[in-house]
Every structure is written in C-alpha cells, then in structure tokens.
C-alpha cells in the first residue's frame, strides 16, 4: 500500500513538473514571438530619407563645426528611432565630411564624440588612410594622441580597422595583416576588432 502511494505521488509530481515546464516553454515562446515581431515593425529609414538627413547634416558640418553637427545628431536621435538606427553610418560621412572639409587628421579628429559608437571618427580614418601612399606607416601614428587603454583610444584602433577595411576594398585578410603590424596587444585586438 505504502509503495502504491510513493508511485502515485512520484507520478502525480512528474505531471505537475511537466505541465509547469511546458507552460513555461508556451509562455517563453509566445513571448519571443511578441518580441521578433516589434522588432520586425521598428522603423527604418527609406534610402531617399538616409540621402536627404545626410545631405543636411553634411551642409551643416561645412557651415558649423563638427561638434555642433554630432550634438544636433544626439538631439535627434534620442526622439527619431529610425534616425538611431541610422546613426553609426551617418556619423562615418560626417567624419568623411569633416576631413575633406578640414584636409587635416588632427583638425578634423579633434572633434571625436563617442555618439553613434564614433562613427564620426571612424570616417575621419578612412578619409585619412584613402589618402595615405604607405598606410603601414599611417597606422602607426594615427592614434598616439589616445591612450591605449581609454575607450576613445579603443575606438580609434577600432576605427583603424573600419579603415584599413576600407583602404584594402574590404579585404579582410590583407586587412588583419597590416592590423597585427602593432605591437601592442590591445591595439592589435581592436584594430582586427574593427
């Protein structure tokens, strides 16, 4: 008697666990459904909208300097979602913009601003090294004003490599060679990082 009881006991638990498990499984499923979808509705900008934001932040940039250019950009983009999304890219054609407009590294680096994950910053170094006739040389001085360690120093080895991926038509091999040129670790990582 005693053992018919332990056996439904033990029985009726692996029904409670299994119907709480597969309550739990139907909740977490419906719920990453309610979540892919919201993500699937964030708004994006039309390529249309992208050209026309740029081209107004550009004209401004040749009008202003760039650092008011970037805190307008945080304006807007804590109120325009699609503009957010947009942000790091816009923010690598306003650096491009900066360099044509300044035709100097250090003048149009010496506004770097973290916002849109530098991406300000990371165009200023393209611009550079499309220009640069040895860019092993380039890289290697291109960041001494930053500290390694910092996050602004992060960025810019980070940016070296959005450069360099850009230097060498996206060549991710040729690129990672010349990132393992530097011989201080953490410049090596986030160089490759980028």
Known sequence: MIRKKIVILILTLLIVFISLFLFLNYNSESTNKDQKLEVKQA???????????????????????????LNRLLEHTSTNSALLRSCHSLAHYLGHAAYEKYQNFAEASKYQDEICNSGYLHGVIESHFALSTNISDTIQTVCDKYNVKSFTGWQCYHGVGHGLMFFNNNDLPKSITICETYKNGLAKSSCVNG
């Open 43 to 69: 708004e994006e900008l039309s390529e249309k909208e992208f050209e026309k934001i740029k081209e107004d932040y550009i004209s401004l940039l040749n009008k202003e300097n760039p650092k008011i250019v």
